[in-house]
Every structure is written in C-alpha cells, then in structure tokens.
C-alpha cells in the first residue's frame, strides 16, 4: 500500500518560515486530490489547505495569505509554505491524498490516505 512521507517541519521563530513536503510513494500528485491538515493535542484535526487535480486551492481562514500549497509534478512532491508563522500554527501537520478533496465534518477528517504527521513549533 501507497503511502505519503512527510518532511520539512521544525521550530521557526514568530515570523519565520517552514515549508512542508510530501511524497506519496505509489501515486501522482497530479492525479490526486491532495490537502494539509494540522492537529493540536487534545482539539479536533483542522484542514489548512487543499489542492484538487484541476488546480483549484482553497485555505483556511486562519492561514489565508500566509501559507501557500503547492506542488511539483516532476518530482512528484506536495508542498506547503508556511509564512509570517505564530505560535497558534504550533501543531502535528498531515499530509493526505485520495480520489475526493479531503475535508472535515463535524470532529472528523476524512481522506482515502493520511501522511505519518510531522511536528511544527512556533515559539520565540
């Protein structure tokens, strides 16, 4: 089974940058639906950002204009840039993949496959 293999995270100062790559290991990212997600200990996982096969994104309210998703046909890489950090970006960071835009309902996130989760600290 495929999977998706996350790296880049770390601690960054309050206004720094990171950016996150992921590599699915048995697909293309142009032939899925891919997305960000980030999770705090003890509150519900929380959906940053996505990027459909057509090309459309779509982020969180709370990273608009901070974080950009992108990716990298030739090398098959998902990324997310992650600009002007704050401590509240502090989190377990997922990749995830599948055949429909992943999202969340209610305390759920749904998606056919979830990257290992990588850690990113905010703090000065």
């Known amino acids: 089974q495929g999977k998706l293999v996350e790296s880049g995270g770390g601690s960054a100062r309050p206004g720094g940058s990171l950016t996150l790559s992921c590599t699915p290991t048995q697909w293309a990212v142009q032939r899925v639906y891919m997305g960000w997600f980030r999770q705090v200990p003890g509150k519900d996982r929380e959906r940053v950002a996505f990027?459909?096969?057509?090309?459309?994104?779509g982020y969180a309210d709370f990273v608009q204009g901070r974080f950009t998703i992108s990716k990298d046909n030739d090398n098959n890489i998902l990324y997310l840039a992650m600009n002007n950090l704050e401590p509240e970006d502090t989190a377990e960071y997922y990749c995830?993949?599948?055949?429909?835009?992943?999202?969340?309902?209610?305390?759920?996130?749904?998606?056919?496959?979830w990257g290992q989760g990588i850690q990113v600290t905010v703090s000065g």
């Open positions: 995830a993949a599948g055949q429909f835009r992943p999202y969340c309902k209610g305390f759920y996130c749904y998606a056919d496959n």
């Open positions: 990027l459909d096969i057509d090309g459309t994104t």
